[in-house]
């Protein structure tokens, strides 16, 4: 009975558009306060115990790194040099924005981050060389949603946090999740290229390829560095975000030098307002995910969920078909914090392995970026391209049925999630 008005007030809320952090702070508190007859008190410890965790300092250094790379000359030598790589093959361009996309997301850690850096530059170019205009569009909005996926990723460090797993392994984890996606979209930007005849005609001299390549070359050392250290045991993933902010700094002011403070300050101005916003959500969250922990209910969900569903497998599509209708109804990044640990016993139950449910709940993430109302990817595409939210929504439909056939192939093949982590950790 009481977790049934603890879930009719949640859902209450949510339904008058109340921002998700609120609703989940004042269900907490309107529990606590009149049912459990609690001390408020109690709800300002757990607030504050939600963010007491050295994890979390890489959140806002990932955001910022990303952002400074975004708005600096990073991105576009990383294009430069993709193009110079694969541009003159058959979709050659578009091939060449999926790996820029792939090797930003090593950088930034962050979905509309890499949106903005790599689809400014390639979605008008792209248009540029006679690609389809809806189908540069949803490259590009898709593509960028790789940043969540392949390492360092801000919603793996939050999923590492609240399911109590090693950031490092789920970054591994990511890895080649990450570049199957990647090859999947230049597979399908190849066949369209093939079918409407698009290719690119710029051509490269040896010096001008030399030079794209030394200018390119800071750039593309920097993911190197932060999984080389992380993989290699030289820093912890928190330690590696602060060196990509110092690296990206470097980089853009002393070697590229077309970063002024001016500009750096605003960077620094939107990096702090987003990292409160999304801290903020994490305690509220987190002071959420507690009191259903000592309601019981992830040992109560679980009894319910195996006494009716024999099968992990048909476990796995239940859970992957609710988290892609939830994409579209709620922030799933929010979604995930709070849905991962409520089923914690049952995928013990299940023997789920947790690092691959992680990767799982990220492909997720994936699908619920690229979805409205709250796929924040569109309105990116939105402002760069000056379309509306239905043009850019239907011209990511196809790469959203690309993604759900990854998805599914990921969740019931767990090697490729599993491979790395059990190589390098020699399990």
Known sequence: MNLTILFLCFFALLTLSIPISIVLVTTTAIYLFFIAKTPLTSLIQQLFNGLDNFVLLGVPFFILAGNIMAEGAISERLVNVMKLVIGRVTGGLAMASVMACIFFAAISGSSPATVIAIGSIMMPALIKEGYGERFSIGLLTSSGSLGILIPPSIPMILYALVMNISVAEIFMAGFLP????????????????????????????????????????????LPFIVLGGIYGGVFTPTEAAAVSVVYALFVELFVYKELNLKRLLNIC??????????????????????????EQLPQKLAELIITNVKSRWVFLLSINLVLLIIGGLMDIV???IVISPILVETLTRYDINFVHFGIIMIINIECGFLTPPFGLN????????????????????PF??????????????????LILPELLLKR
């Open 378 to 397: 569109l309105f990116v595409s939105m402002a760069i391209m000056r379309k509306t939210l239905v043009e850019v929504g239907k011209a990511v439909l």
């Open 400 to 417: 959203i049925a690309l993604f759900i056939g990854c998805l599914f192939t990921i969740t019931y093949l767990p090697k490729i999630s």
């Open 269 to 294: 101005k939107d990096s702090a307002i987003l990292s409160g916003c999304l801290l903020f959500i994490l305690s509220c969250a987190m002071t959420f995910i507690w009191l259903l922990t000592v």
């Open 178 to 221: 990450g570049i199957f996606i990647g090859l999947c979209l230049m597979a399908y930007s190849y066949i369209m290229a093939k079918k409407h005849g698009w290719y690119t005609k710029t051509r490269y001299t040896l010096k001008e390829g030399l030079k794209i390549i030394k200018d390119g070359l800071w750039a593309m050392c």
């Open 334 to 336: 929010t979604a995930v």
